[in-house]
């Protein structure tokens, strides 16, 4: 018997609530830096391998194959296709939405990875071609919420 | 050749959705006690290296680490945390074993997921905050996108997943470590309602606790000390590219390269040639991609769920999800299986099973194992 005093009545059950409140300013580093900046210009900037030509997105600083050093940066095309597509009822923090917030998964041609975000307006399904839709240059912050998301071409 | 290594001796504490009478730290004593027991060893004396898999944040506990010795008998003595699913806990208590680093080690993996009020935001803490975790798509929202995409490619149906969890349910009513078995309608399963679109209430594995310690000994120990052992035949991890950043849809890369570097150390050739598999199902269609990744097509894959050869414990839809501990679960399980102990769910008498284990979103990380006995 390892434990000898277990206790057996739920009255004598005792907890202790608390909290670990850890803040963080994350560093977009060189390539998010690239990304965040391509945003507020209104481009998806992804970055390419100079020794596989491989594209990646989001981008990335070294390439996933040859981990070499990324030092291009450029605008992928104005279309993706949609890839994938969810409809979801529940919320960030859990909770049960009233509405579902439409995502979508987005590829971008000759890019390796793409973009989750909202899916905007009507007709967008698996396989649609869609366009970037960005806030008005005014309100873009450099965040990936200068992006409203993707409507359908 | 290197040196054989073999599983001693198994212990487990909990498998309920909650458990509040013992702490963490007792949890991982109860389980620690009883596998010593099992394996006959005295921690203090016989066990070399004890291995912890755990996470600080899932603890609630900064550099959690520091507060393993005791619990499990290590105080002392080497000691290693390996934030990991346990099957990558137990590849480094391999290694430690086939270095000559030690001749027995403890690995322990424990989930006390309830005790952490705000599981969501962990799981949220766990996506790109500069290029994801704004818009909110947590782990459920990418899962129900790779379940689109996997779906279309793959031409997987409602019906066909909605078969896996309704088979893995019922089996899970004959296993005593199974919290969330179930009597489920087809209609029942597809009519849930939505979490995120494919994705519904039955397709995602529920929350579960327990401890669980693996004994394992190099085999010229156990031999000396007349131990009888599971044999560990190959033990792999490997890590790959998510879907969302270019990793293959139809056969994810942690699970088919470990699996393929796993039948390689076994002299296997594939997953037809163990008697029964312990997949990972934290989600319902990633069953049919892991055994996809596997090399077992969808028409097979749903038949040997519905058998009970795959996932003959109800799999983590049926028994619910123990965060790192849902590795050592499924290789638990095999190793009961394999030395005909897994009560109600037990079946004939395997002399092989293979255990695969995915770490959740985001992650592209998966381990399997292949186990035998009476080689
Ligand atoms: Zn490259």
């Given amino acids: 018997m390892p434990l000898r005093d277990r206790v057996t009545s739920v009255g004598d059950l005792r907890s202790w609530t608390d909290q670990i409140p850890f803040r ?48 291009r940066f450029d605008a992928v ?43 905007v307006g009507p007709g967008v399904r698996v396989g649609s071609r869609v366009a970037p839709r960005f806030r008005p240059l005014s309100k873009r912050r450099g965040s990936l919420l200068d992006l409203h998301g993707f409507a359908k071409k | 050749m290197p040196e054989g290594v073999c599983i001693i001796g198994v212990g487990y504490e909990g498998f309920r959705p909650t458990i509040t009478d013992v702490s963490t730290r007792e949890l991982m004593f109860l389980a620690a006690s009883k596998a010593y027991a099992d394996a006959s060893v005295d921690p203090r004396t016989d066990i070399d290296s004890f291995i912890c898999c755990t996470e600080d944040f899932w603890e609630g506990w900064s550099i959690t680490d520091e507060m393993v010795p005791d619990q499990v008998g290590g105080a002392r003595r080497p000691v290693c945390t390996v934030p990991a699913d346990g099957i990558i806990g137990m590849g480094h208590a391999v290694m430690h074993i086939r270095s000559g680093v030690a001749d027995v080690v403890s690995v322990e993996a424990h989930s006390k997921v309830a005790d952490v009020l705000d599981k969501r935001a962990v799981e949220n803490l766990a996506l790109d905050p500069v290029y994801h975790r704004q818009t909110g798509a947590g782990s459920d929202v990418l899962a129900g996108l790779e379940m689109s995409a996997f779906m279309r490619r793959s031409g997987v149906t409602r019906d066909d997943v909605s078969r896996i969890v309704k088979a893995e349910k019922a089996r899970a009513l004959s296993n005593g470590r199974a919290s969330y078995g179930g009597t489920l309608e087809l209609k029942e399963v597809s009519d849930a309602e939505p979490i995120a679109a494919p994705l519904l209430k039955y397709d995602k594995a ?50 088919s390269e470990a699996f393929r570097s796993v039948m390689k150390q076994a002299g296997r050739r594939g997953a037809d040639s163990f008697d029964l598999l312990e997949i990972d199902d934290t989600y319902s269609y990633k069953l049919l991609q892991h055994l996809s990744s596997v090399g077992v097509p969808k028409a097979s894959a749903i038949k040997m769920v519905e058998e ?60 399997a194992i292949a186990l035998s006995v009476g080689r």
């Fill in chain 2, 206 to 255: 529920e929350f579960a606790e327990a401890g669980t310690v693996v004994v394992f000994a190099s085999e010229r120990w156990a031999k000396k000390n007349k131990k009888d052992g599971v044999s560990v035949d190959g033990l792999a991890w490997r890590s790959s590219a998510p879907w969302f950043e270019g990793g293959d849809i139809m056969r994810p890369e942690y699970a």
């Fill in chain 2, 308 to 367: 009970g050869r795959v996932n003959p414990s109800g799999g983590s839809l049926g028994t619910g999800h123990l965060i790192e501990a849902t590795g050592s679960h499924r290789v638990l399980e095999c190793a009961l299986q394999l030395r005909g102990r897994a009560g109600g769910n037990q079946r004939g008498k395997p002399g092989t099973a293979l255990a695969l284990s995915w770490r959740g979103n985001p992650t592209a990380t998966g381990a």
């Fill in chain 1, 24 to 71: 963080y300013e994350y560093t977009a580093g060189v390539a998010g830096e690239r990304f965040l900046r391509g945003l507020m210009d209104g481009r998806i900037v992804a970055g390419e391998c100079g020794g596989c030509g491989k594209r990646f997105l989001p981008p990335k600083a070294y390439c996933t194959d040859c981990f070499r050093a990324i030092d």
């Fill in chain 1, 77 to 119: 095309g104005q279309d993706g296709i949609v890839a994938a597509m969810a409809e979801a009822w529940v919320g960030f923090q859990g909770e049960r939405l009233a509405r579902p917030k439409r995502y979508v998964f987005v590829e971008f041609d000759g890019v390796t990875g793409g973009l989750v975000h909202f899916a």
